[in-house]
């Protein structure tokens, strides 16, 4: 049994001579949930369509659990389940009869149906919505029906393109909390542009521009770079700047406008004690001590400008 | 699997009203044609006096019923093929069905048998009707399944070139009224070349293949040709499928 599930390597998708994917290479472990961040047009969905067969690469491979997507498309198929962007839907169909069709195309045993359909609504919150006819459902709970048909039948991989849009916030969290869930058992792939979503429900971290990846890492390594290096202090009387530096680990100092002061220290070693002590004794009026955080968009913009910049 | 497939599209062409609608006037028209033969029946024989001018009833009904469904059948299938693969690119649910476990071949198939099982409703309805002659009279059999026969095939083939018309475009109307033209043309090619029959392209002309069936002939050559029809369209459509895959 291998516990690599998703294994992308080279993956290229060129239309024309505009390359949508650009050598995109990645692997994906049993239990990651997998984010995909970038902005629009950077080439998400089109890598998750390749990804899940419905698109053929120009290059590179796709493999599902050790199964090739090109050579084996069914079997790598019947290990994935996909919510598109637009959540394919038959509007004309209520949700059970729906989900009934999905959980029989894939492969799910005739004895297990009625149980699969009533397992997938209640983990996507829909047990009171199975006589309804999916066209007169709201957008949240049509997105919701869209994740139910990707979980039912229990895939190894479960590949959901921007899952929380439309959803009101009540809904965002408990969708949040079913892909954790799923993280446990499968691994999840997602797609968005929110990006404390990533920093929520994530253990790994892929941003995407143009077409490339510029960044492939764990979470982990994206909130160290968020948090940094930096405090922001706000003192009624700032002492010159120079008895500021002369307190040890303070590499700088900046003046922002509003009294405040932003200080950057020697990694690790934060000086926020010997700078309050020095407030107190020195009669500097401190109102304000805290970590001062790259917003994670900042982040976000410095990778993908970093990129633009070396290209 | 394929089986599957048909399902699902036959529960949504019930579960939409075009469908009960088009299978009800198909019926309406069907019967009042069976009437009419039923009722003219007695009229001409009774005024045909010499043996040779008699007819059996199958052929004489057979023939009332049997000689209408091509024309009508002309409407109702691209009535009902438009919807089959545009609507799924339409509502954008045509993933759903890629990222299934399923080949095209399976899905384009199962497309194909949905949607005839459905029509062959219709044709198995004209069957009834006609056996039911079978209470007070001595039916020929072979002419009716011969008749059924010919009138199954050409109605899978009026589909498989509506299912191929389908998966080239977006919209279902569009579709309706390529297949229609289309099928129209087929059936009018013999027309036009009535005066050179050994015409090649004669040979295209669906109706010409029909005819024989009609006068409860089962020639294996018509037969073949019906298969080819059929086969060829539903392998243009997996191509088209297929090129969606590649060209994106």
Redesign the interface.
């Given at each position: 049994m291998t516990t690599i599930t998703v294994e992308a390597s080279e993956l290229t998708r060129k239309y024309g001579s505009r390359a949508a994917v650009n050598d995109v290479s990645f692997t994906l472990n049993k239990g990651e949930v997998l984010g995909f961040l970038g902005p629009n047009g950077a080439g998400k969905s089109t890598t998750m369509k390749m990804l899940t067969g419905n698109l053929a690469p120009s290059n590179g491979s796709v493999k599902i659990c050790g199964i090739d997507m090109m050579e084996r498309p069914k079997d790598a198929k019947a290990l994935i389940g996909y919510l598109p962007e637009q959540p394919p839907l038959y509007r004309e169909l209520t949700v059970d009869e729906f989900l009934t069709i999905a959980a029989r195309l894939h492969r799910v045993s005739r004895q297990h149906i009625r149980k699969a359909v009533d397992i997938a609504k209640q983990r996507c919150g829909l047990t009171e919505m199975g006589k309804r006819l999916i066209e007169n459902l709201s957008k949240g709970y049509q997105q919701r029906v869209g994740i139910a048909q990707a979980i039912i039948h229990n895939p190894m991989v479960v590949i959901l393109d921007e899952p929380t849009v439309g959803l009101d916030p009540i809904q965002i969290r408990d969708i949040r909390a079913l892909i954790k869930e799923l993280g446990g058992e499968h691994s999840v792939i997602l797609s968005t542009h929110i990006l404390p979503e990533v920093e929520m429900v994530c253990d790994r971290v892929q941003i995407i521009h143009k077409g490339s990846l510029v960044f492939n890492g764990g979470i982990d390594v994206l909130k160290q770079q968020r948090h940094g290096n930096r405090l922001l202090l706000g003192l009624r009387q700032p002492p010159p700047h120079e008895a500021l530096l002369g307190i040890p680990g303070v590499e700088s100092v900046e003046a922002l406008e509003g009294n405040l002061l932003r200080i950057r220290h020697t990694p690790g070693e934060a000086p926020s004690e010997a700078l309050v002590q020095a407030a107190v004794s020195q009669n500097w009026g401190l109102f304000q001590i805290n970590p001062d955080q790259t917003s994670l968009e900042e982040v976000f913009v410095q990778l993908t400008f970093q990129e633009a910049a070396a290209a | 699997?394929i089986v599957?497939?048909a399902?699902?599209e036959l529960?949504?062409l019930f579960?939409?009203p075009m469908g009960w609608v088009i299978l009800a006037l198909l019926q309406f028209v069907f019967a009042t044609f069976y009437l009419m033969g039923v009722d003219q029946y007695f009229l001409t024989m009774s005024g045909a006096m010499r043996p040779d001018q008699r007819m059996g009833v199958t052929e004489f009904v057979g023939g009332s019923v049997f000689g209408i469904a091509p024309f009508i059948m002309l409407f109702a299938v691209p009535l009902l093929s438009m919807r089959l693969i545009s609507e799924e690119r339409r509502?954008?649910?045509?993933?759903?069905?890629?990222?299934?476990?399923?080949?095209l071949t399976e899905i384009v198939l199962g497309k194909f048998v949905g949607l005839l099982s459905f029509l062959s409703l219709s044709v198995l309805l004209i069957g009834a009707m006609v056996f039911s002659l079978n209470l007070w009279a001595d039916i020929d059999f072979g002419y009716l399944f011969a008749n059924l026969l010919g009138l199954f095939l050409l109605v899978a083939s009026y589909c498989a070139l509506g299912t191929y018309v389908s998966s080239t475009t977006q919209q279902p109307v569009v579709a309706a009224i390529i297949t229609f033209v289309a099928l129209l043309a087929l059936q009018l090619i013999e027309y036009f070349l009535a005066g050179d029959p050994s015409n090649t392209i004669a040979n295209l002309s669906l109706m010409r293949h029909f005819e024989p069936f009609s006068r409860g002939m089962l020639d294996t050559r018509d037969i073949a040709y019906f298969l080819l029809f059929i086969i060829t369209f539903l392998t243009l459509t997996v191509r088209r499928l297929d090129a969606d895959?590649?060209r994106?």
């Amino acid at each position: 049994m291998t516990t690599i599930t998703v294994e992308a390597s080279e993956l290229t998708r060129k239309y024309g001579s505009r390359a949508a994917v650009n050598d995109v290479s990645f692997t994906l472990n049993k239990g990651e949930v997998l984010g995909f961040l970038g902005p629009n047009g950077a080439g998400k969905s089109t890598t998750m369509k390749m990804l899940t067969g419905n698109l053929a690469p120009s290059n590179g491979s796709v493999k599902i659990c050790g199964i090739d997507m090109m050579e084996r498309p069914k079997d790598a198929k019947a290990l994935i389940g996909y919510l598109p962007e637009q959540p394919p839907l038959y509007r004309e169909l209520t949700v059970d009869e729906f989900l009934t069709i999905a959980a029989r195309l894939h492969r799910v045993s005739r004895q297990h149906i009625r149980k699969a359909v009533d397992i997938a609504k209640q983990r996507c919150g829909l047990t009171e919505m199975g006589k309804r006819l999916i066209e007169n459902l709201s957008k949240g709970y049509q997105q919701r029906v869209g994740i139910a048909q990707a979980i039912i039948h229990n895939p190894m991989v479960v590949i959901l393109d921007e899952p929380t849009v439309g959803l009101d916030p009540i809904q965002i969290r408990d969708i949040r909390a079913l892909i954790k869930e799923l993280g446990g058992e499968h691994s999840v792939i997602l797609s968005t542009h929110i990006l404390p979503e990533v920093e929520m429900v994530c253990d790994r971290v892929q941003i995407i521009h143009k077409g490339s990846l510029v960044f492939n890492g764990g979470i982990d390594v994206l909130k160290q770079q968020r948090h940094g290096n930096r405090l922001l202090l706000g003192l009624r009387q700032p002492p010159p700047h120079e008895a500021l530096l002369g307190i040890p680990g303070v590499e700088s100092v900046e003046a922002l406008e509003g009294n405040l002061l932003r200080i950057r220290h020697t990694p690790g070693e934060a000086p926020s004690e010997a700078l309050v002590q020095a407030a107190v004794s020195q009669n500097w009026g401190l109102f304000q001590i805290n970590p001062d955080q790259t917003s994670l968009e900042e982040v976000f913009v410095q990778l993908t400008f970093q990129e633009a910049a070396a290209a | 699997m394929i089986v599957n497939i048909a399902r699902k599209e036959l529960k949504g062409l019930f579960s939409s009203p075009m469908g009960w609608v088009i299978l009800a006037l198909l019926q309406f028209v069907f019967a009042t044609f069976y009437l009419m033969g039923v009722d003219q029946y007695f009229l001409t024989m009774s005024g045909a006096m010499r043996p040779d001018q008699r007819m059996g009833v199958t052929e004489f009904v057979g023939g009332s019923v049997f000689g209408i469904a091509p024309f009508i059948m002309l409407f109702a299938v691209p009535l009902l093929s438009m919807r089959l693969i545009s609507e799924e690119r339409r509502q954008q649910t045509l993933p759903f069905l890629f990222s299934a476990p399923l080949s095209l071949t399976e899905i384009v198939l199962g497309k194909f048998v949905g949607l005839l099982s459905f029509l062959s409703l219709s044709v198995l309805l004209i069957g009834a009707m006609v056996f039911s002659l079978n209470l007070w009279a001595d039916i020929d059999f072979g002419y009716l399944f011969a008749n059924l026969l010919g009138l199954f095939l050409l109605v899978a083939s009026y589909c498989a070139l509506g299912t191929y018309v389908s998966s080239t475009t977006q919209q279902p109307v569009v579709a309706a009224i390529i297949t229609f033209v289309a099928l129209l043309a087929l059936q009018l090619i013999e027309y036009f070349l009535a005066g050179d029959p050994s015409n090649t392209i004669a040979n295209l002309s669906l109706m010409r293949h029909f005819e024989p069936f009609s006068r409860g002939m089962l020639d294996t050559r018509d037969i073949a040709y019906f298969l080819l029809f059929i086969i060829t369209f539903l392998t243009l459509t997996v191509r088209r499928l297929d090129a969606d895959r590649l060209r994106g």
